[in-house]
Antibody, heavy 124, light 106 residues
Framework: EEQLLESGGGLVQPGGSLRLSCAAS????????FSWVRQAPGKGLEWVAL????????RYAESMKGRFTIFREDSKSTLSLQMNTLGAEDTALYYC?????????????????WGRGTLVTVSS | SYELTQPPSVSVSPGQTATITCSGD??????VSWYQQKPGQSPGLVIS???KRPSGIPERFSGSKSGNTATLTISEAQALDEADYYC?????????FGTGTKVSVL
């Protein structure tokens, strides 16, 4: 069974840092692009960052650039998100999500698998 | 930045048809996907690339697009279809989600 399992969330003070992880299982992690998507309490979905598979590197939502870093370790089937200079506006449930690919390995730009999320709370 | 607009809420009676719209600039030129999110759960894909239904998604879910408006239609709505629904597109190397629509079946 294909699964994504996020971890690393918690309570952090404003200005602090946190690293989230997403462990994948049940499929060949290296073949796919992955994203982080967040959802503030009672709010909608917001895309945070993307890491392509072998055909490219990271992309970020404008408001995350310079503060967040997405990286992947294909050998460990793990996606990570390093978050720095956190503010109250970053309080959210953070989901890891997978994009499917075609036979040539190019990504389709939607998400066919989501994790359960890990909660980040920024508060003093 | 690119925006996708959805109605905040849609109400439908059981067995009737619910229609959720998603509007955006030049949407005619983009693929639109739809996600269902029930309370306390992760989002799940119900329609990809405008109209494709993943395996396991009931036939009562269908997607279409005309001009700059995409539509998710839920035919013969059931109580278990109560959820938030989000459209999503790809623009300038970024994923963009719609504002979300809460569907009530009552």
């Amino acid at each position: 069974e294909e699964q994504l399992l996020e971890s690393g969330g918690g309570l952090v003070q404003p200005g602090g840092s946190l690293r989230l992880s997403c462990a994948a299982s049940g499929f060949n992690f290296a073949n796919y692009a992955f994203s982080w998507v967040r959802q503030a309490p009672g709010k909608g979905l917001e895309w945070v960052a993307l890491h392509y598979n072998l055909y490219g590197g990271p992309r970020y939502a404008e408001s995350m650039k310079g503060r967040f870093t997405i990286f992947r370790e294909d050998s460990k089937s793990t996606l990570s998100l390093q978050m720095n200079t956190l503010g109250a506006e970053d309080t959210a449930l953070y989901y890891c999500a997978k994009s499917p690919t075609d036979n040539a390995g190019f990504s389709y730009w939607y998400f066919d698998l989501w994790g359960r999320g890990t909660l980040v709370t920024v508060s003093s | 930045s690119y925006e996708l607009t959805q109605p905040p809420s849609v109400s439908v009676s059981p067995g009737q048809t619910a229609t959720i719209t998603c509007s955006g600039d030049k949407l005619w030129d983009k693929y639109v996907s739809w996600y269902q999110q029930k309370p306390g759960q992760s989002p799940g894909l119900v329609i990809s690339e405008n109209h494709k239904r993943p395996s396991g998604i009931p036939e009562r879910f269908s997607g279409s697009k005309s001009g700059n408006t995409a539509t998710l239609t839920i035919s013969e709505a059931q109580a278990l279809d109560e959820a938030d629904y989000y459209c999503q597109a790809w623009d300038s190397s970024s994923y963009v989600f719609g504002t979300g629509t809460k569907v009530s079946v009552l």
